[in-house]
């Protein structure tokens, strides 16, 4: 986790693009990289999770300032 709390938006947002963390597989699923499990098997259930994420959003803490790419 230590990676990831001193690692900058820009380079975060990197692996993301990249599917770092989650990819489309041959059956059109979204699946975890780490693990290669099917995290959503069809949109609706991306729906629910982005929904989800959204929920949560305000519960996980900001971005330090000088790791951010909306420097205060």
Known sequence: M???NNMRTSDFS????????FYVDHN???CSTIS???IA???EQLD???RYFQKIRGKVQPA???LSEHQQ
């Open 2 to 4: 230590s990676e990831l």
């Open 14 to 21: 990197f692996l993301t693009e990249n599917e770092a963390f």
């Open 28 to 30: 059109n699923c979204l």
């Open 36 to 38: 290669g499990k099917v």
């Open 41 to 43: 098997a069809n949109r």
């Open 48 to 50: 629910i999770l982005i």
């Open 64 to 66: 330090p300032y000088w």
